[in-house]
Structures are given as C-alpha cells and as structure tokens.
C-alpha cells in the first residue's frame, strides 16, 4: 500500500511540474529539435572522415592480380603478382602532398568542433532571449490588467460620487475614458504576448501547450568583464592557416616536380601454376624523378597571386572582426553600466510611485485633489513598473549577449 501511494505521489507530482514551462526544459529541446546543429554535427562528421582519410592516404598501395589464358590449343597460362608500394610528391599539382593535406584537415576539424560550439552557444542564447521576452511580456499584462482593476475601482467610486452630486458628469466620462484606454492596453499587451509566444515555440518547432512560463534564477549582479577573442575569431583564424598553406604549396610549383617512388614485385614465371608467394620472383623498386614544365610557369604564377591575394583578403577580414568585436565589447559593457544604473532608479522610483499612488487615493476620496492629478498619478505608477520590467529584463539579455560575444557560458551552463 505504501509503495502505491509512493508511485502515485510521483505521478501525480510529475502532472504538476509537467504544466509549466521552465528555460533549461526548453533549451534542452531546442538543442535537440535545432536543425541547424544537427547540421553542424554532420558537417564535423564529414571533417573528421577528411582528417582520417589524410592520414589514410600515408598507407602504401597494395594490389593483387591473378589471370589465367589460353591460345590456340596451347597449354592455360596462369600468372599472379602482389605489390606494394608509396609514392611521394613534392609539387605534383593533382596530389596534394601529405605534409599539406594533414595539417589542412587538422585545422579543418578544429575549426568545425569550433563552429559546433559556437552554434550551440547562439541557440541557447537566442532561446533565453526569447523565453525572457515572454517573460517580459508576461509581466506587463499583468501590470496593465492590476491598473485596470484598479481604474474600474475608481470609476466605481466617481459614479457613487456622481450620483450623490459630489463629482460631475465631465469627470465621469473622463474616468470612463481612462478605464477604456487602459483595456485597450491590456489587450494590445495580450496580443504581445502571444506574439512572443509564437515566436518562441516556432524558434524550438514545437507547439505551444499554453502552459505557465517560470520565471529563472538568474544573477543580475554586475560583473566585471575582459576582452578575449571569442569563437568566430579563432575560426578566421584557422581559415588563415589553412590559406597560408595553400600559398606555400603554390610556391613550391616554381620548383620543378619531384617525386620519390619505392615499390616492391613478387610476380611468379609464365606458364606455371599458382605458387606460394615466397616461391616468387622479387623484385624491387627505387625511382628519383624530376620534371619540370616550362608553359606551365605562367599558370602557376597566376594561380600563385590569387592565393596571395585571398591570403591577404582574410587577414584584413581577421583585423576587421577582432576590432568589431572589440567596439560590440565596449558598447555592450558601457550598456550593462548603464543599465545597471537605470534598473536602481527605477526600483526607487516604482517604489515612490506607488507611495503617491496610495496618498492621492485617499486625497482622492476626500476630494483635496482633482481626478486629473489622480490619473497622473496612476500614470506615473504604470510608466515606472513598465520601465523597471524593461531594463530588468534587457539587463539580463545584455549580461548574456557579453557572454556570448566573448564565447563564455551561457546561463551559467552551456
């Protein structure tokens, strides 16, 4: 019996936490649904299949061959032969040479575990920026249906008053005016929020269950932050490598084609059997060649100079992306300071707001005041929640988007 209610205490638990949605859920399905990793991940599957098959490439040749033929009304004649052997090429323009061919893979794959990372990074970013504008949005509604109620309340009190001769028919209407501007509010502020909704789950594809979205622990405090190069710049600068690369193999074209060849037979004699391999003739192989072609000269010079120039294209583009970086670090950290900033005074002014809110209500009822006073009020109490929610939200998006800038982790885990 105790392990029965255990189990439906555990279902019943998983039903309640299952109806609401909270920001690691939703970044774990939007890493799993995302396309575009799944992309990545194939494409560094195809980069390390490149770098295996460079080093596979280092592997000698090995052939086997086997015949058997007859002429006229002559005996069969049967032959056989294995060989193995390695050619190496200095400058052959159809073979890249190994040196060339491993070191471009190795960066290749570096710089595609590198793009996987950075992907990963930019999804988890753009889903906490998006659960954090539903938040927001959230927050609002309810700060514009508490001001709702609140104005209903009041125009309760100016029709009592009205009816008992105390308020006019002009403050009357003005009160029922300000009660419809504020439910249009509320439904301009409804339909906000389903706008970020749709946009968050069309991000994730997946449906909306209308469940409740829970507000995450997040650490507004303010940090200090250094400048370092983030992921994108060590792609570049990968792709320089292997660009430089390229410009020295080129190079190596003014030289005349060198290539070293070893190979090693065992063929046995015509007309015999199949033998065993050892009861084969040997025969083996060193060849030194040089070549070297005169009207190709001209091609390759051409072919050089391109390279050099996109040599010198990429580096310009590393220059540029390390001080666009540098500027989005200085604008973001000024930014964060001054955001901090305004979060504080807008704390403090919400604070005094709803302090006058609640002065000019019984000022209000006493009549020391004028409804328009009172409606500058509310204003004022509205304008200062709706501005704290905003910069503490976008606070919390700038601390993430430095993070993502400089390739840290973001929401403390990815």
């Known amino acids: 019996m105790k392990y029965f209610i255990t189990i439906l205490l555990i279902v019943l638990c998983s039903f309640m936490f299952a109806e609401e949605y909270t920001l690691e859920n939703l970044i774990e399905i939007g890493l799993e649904k995302s396309i ?98 539903v938040l927001e949005a959230q927050k609002n509604l309810e700060i514009r249906r508490k001001n709702l109620e609140l104005q209903q309340k009041i125009f309760s009190q100016i029709q009592v008053q009205y009816e008992s001769g105390e308020k006019s028919l002009l403050e009357l209407k003005q009160s029922e005016i300000s009660m419809i501007d504020y439910q249009i509010a509320v439904g301009e502020s409804e339909d906000n929020l389903n706008s970020t909704r749709n946009s968050l789950f069309a991000y994730l594809n997946i449906n909306d269950k209308g469940y409740s979205f829970i507000e995450p622990k997040i650490s507004n405090k303010s940090m200090k932050f250094t400048f370092t190069n983030n992921l994108e710049i060590q792609m570049l600068k990968y792709a320089v490598k292997n660009c430089k690369l390229n410009l020295i193999k080129n190079s190596l074209h003014y030289l005349p084609d060198l290539s070293l060849s070893y190979y090693v037979y065992n063929t046995n004699p015509s007309n015999s059997n199949y033998t065993p391999f050892d009861e084969y003739v040997k025969s083996k192989t060193l060849t030194l060649s040089a070549s070297f072609s005169v009207f190709d000269i001209f091609e390759e010079s051409e072919s050089f100079f391109r390279n050099k120039r996109n040599y010198k294209i990429l580096k310009l583009g590393l220059q540029e992306l390390k001080r666009d970086t540098e500027y989005r670090f200085d604008e973001l950290e000024k930014r964060i300071e001054t955001l901090s900033k305004s979060k504080k005074l807008y704390e403090n002014k919400m604070q005094l707001a709803e302090n006058n809110l609640e002065m000019a209500q019984e000022q209000f009822k006493l009549g020391l005041i004028s409804l328009l006073d009172l409606d500058r009020t509310k204003i004022d109490h509205q304008n200062a929640q709706l501005s704290f929610n905003n910069k503490y939200y976008e606070l919390l998006r700038k601390q993430e988007e430095i993070n993502l800038l400089l390739s840290k982790q973001i929401f403390n885990r990815w």
């Open 36 to 133: 575009g990793i799944q992309k990545e991940e194939l494409s560094n599957k195809n980069y390390s299949s490149c770098l295996r098959s460079s080093f596979i490439d280092l592997l000698p040749s090995l052939n086997m061959y086997a015949d058997q033929y007859k002429t006229n009304d002559a005996d069969w004649v049967k032959s056989s032969s294995l060989s193995f052997g390695k050619t190496f090429s200095v400058n052959d323009p159809y073979n890249e040479p190994a040196f060339f061919s491993i070191y471009k893979a190795v960066n290749s794959k570096k710089r595609a575990n590198l793009s996987l990372e950075q992907k990963r990074k930019q999804i988890v970013y753009n889903i906490f920026s998006k659960y954090l504008y």
